[in-house]
């Protein structure tokens, strides 16, 4: 059974980098047949689509996030990783990673989630 | 981007009830629209996919169907584990976009 947990600190400060890995269990990354992906949802609110990686080379962001975002990923290690740059109060979410399949891009496995808060 | 617009936001119902929510894309999206479930404190979970076909594992009491602009989704009889919030998501162009979501209560 494909699992995918996310890591990272739960609390950073205004102006930092917010930076979290999700680790894939029970399945391969370099599989030609899926996404990976970040999505982000405010307390209490919807949610918010950050990022795609296929394999990892093929990126697609979030335009209202693109010029703060990075998405990466190490396949031996089969993990992916997001990157925030300037992070505000805004940015403050539980953080969710998934799988999506490549022709129908609905995110078919998703990881518990991780709130980060920004705050000094 | 393409805006996607659920109604109800919220809905309360009774168990046994038949529900359906609405979702609708500012343009046409050729069915690339899934539904999530989402209950508190947990991740969503997937429901259907290209607008009807249903998620392995997922209660056939859960159905989907549209096309264009315009998508549904029907509980035909609510059990007491679907009071949750539901969520369209359009994949047929990035940026990826999901609905606002729609709170389905019990009456």
């Known amino acids: 059974q494909l699992q995918l947990e996310e890591s990272g600190p739960g609390l950073v400060k205004p102006s930092e980098t917010l930076s979290l890995t999700c680790t894939v269990s029970?399945?391969?990354?370099?599989?030609?047949?899926?996404?990976w992906g970040w999505i982000r949802q405010p307390p209490g609110k919807g949610l918010e689509w950050i990022a795609n990686i296929y394999y990892s080379w093929d990126k697609y962001y979030n335009p209202s996030l693109e010029s703060r975002v990075t998405i990466s990923a190490d396949t031996s290690k089969n993990q992916f990783s997001l990157k925030l740059s300037s992070v505000t109060a805004a940015d403050t979410a539980v953080y969710y990673c998934?799988?999506?399949?490549?022709?129908?891009?609905?995110?078919?496995?998703w990881g518990q989630g991780i709130l980060v808060t920004v705050s000094s | 981007d393409i805006q996607m617009t659920q109604s109800p936001s919220s809905l309360s119902a009774s168990v046994g009830d038949r529900v359906t929510i609405t979702c609708r894309a500012s343009q046409g999206i050729s069915k690339s629209l899934a539904w999530y479930q989402q209950k508190p404190g947990k991740a969503p979970k997937l429901l259907l996919y290209a607008a009807s076909r249903l998620e392995s594992g997922v209660p056939s009491r859960f159905s989907g169907s549209g096309s264009g602009t315009d998508y549904t989704l029907t509980i035909s009889s609510l059990q007491p584990e679907d009071f949750a919030t539901y969520y369209c998501?359009?994949?047929?162009?990035?940026?990826?976009?999901f609905g606002q979501g729609t709170r389905l209560e019990i009456k």
């Open positions: 998934a799988r999506s399949d490549y022709t129908d891009q609905s995110y078919d496995y």
């Open positions: 998501q359009q994949y047929y162009s990035t940026p990826i976009t």
């Open positions: 029970g399945g391969s990354m370099t599989s030609s047949s899926y996404y």
